[in-house]
């Protein structure tokens, strides 16, 4: 059973270019959540969505950033017009159903880096 | 609505106890425990539901005071491989789950 994939690992943009980061959950989860880490800091929620519906985006910046579940493939997160501050680890994790109950599982991260 | 984590780092020796906390301003419903190596994915440790429970496994376990709305990580006899940044997640009353900034710990030989 895989786990949650992330890709690309690592990916490198310039000022202005836009960044795609994808994540297919674990067969079977329906809850996928996205995080941002800064090197040295915590997790910083950004955005929780199921399938087809974003639940809570109130860690998401209000301009460039936007994210989807679709009912078919992997969630994606994108950026656009990259800054250099939007350089950073961006974390998937996928759960089953409830937070409450369930644990998140964690993709291997996106590693972008903007030039 | 993030919670707060204390202490920020703390260095020990093989063999050492610790305890990491985790506070929030916000009525709870869940935490969440997670273990994070330099470098690597956040590896889950444990879930706490409301209701005053405790859970460990091995000599790692966890406390969750829903009136204080607050929870610890206990860390018995410390191993090298304990080693990482723990983080604690919250989730209150509306499904919202917030991490902390983490813990590092550091368990030298």
């Known amino acids: 059973n895989a786990g949650v994939m992330q890709n690309p690992r690592h990916l490198v943009r310039r000022r202005g270019q836009e960044a795609r980061l994808r994540c297919s959950p674990m067969k079977g989860h329906s809850h996928v959540y996205w995080y941002r880490q800064l090197p040295e800091e915590g997790l910083k929620f950004m955005v929780y969505l199921q399938k087809e519906n974003i639940i809570d985006e109130s860690g998401m910046p209000k301009e460039r950033f936007s994210a989807e579940f679709p009912k078919e493939g992997p969630s994606i997160l994108r950026i656009q017009q990259v800054v250099r501050g939007d350089s950073a680890a961006y974390f998937c994790?996928?759960?089953?159903?409830?937070?409450?109950?369930?644990?998140?599982?964690f993709g291997p991260g996106t590693r972008l880096t903007v030039l | 609505q993030q919670p707060v984590q204390s202490p920020q780092a703390v260095i020990l020796r093989e063999g050492e106890d610790a305890v990491i906390n985790c506070s929030s301003s916000k009525a709870l419903y869940s935490v969440h425990w997670y273990r994070q190596k330099h470098g690597e994915a956040p590896v889950f440790l444990m879930i706490?539901?409301?209701?005053?429970e405790q859970k460990g496994h091995d000599k790692i376990s966890a406390s969750f005071n829903e009136k204080k709305q607050q929870s610890s990580l206990y860390l018995t006899a410390s191993q090298l491989s304990y080693s990482g940044t723990y983080f604690c997640g919250t989730e209150d009353n509306n499904n919202d789950m917030r991490f902390g900034a983490g813990t590092r710990l550091t368990v030298k030989p």
């Open positions: 706490l539901l409301k209701g005053g």
């Open positions: 994790a996928s759960s089953r159903g409830d937070p409450a109950y369930n644990e998140q599982f």
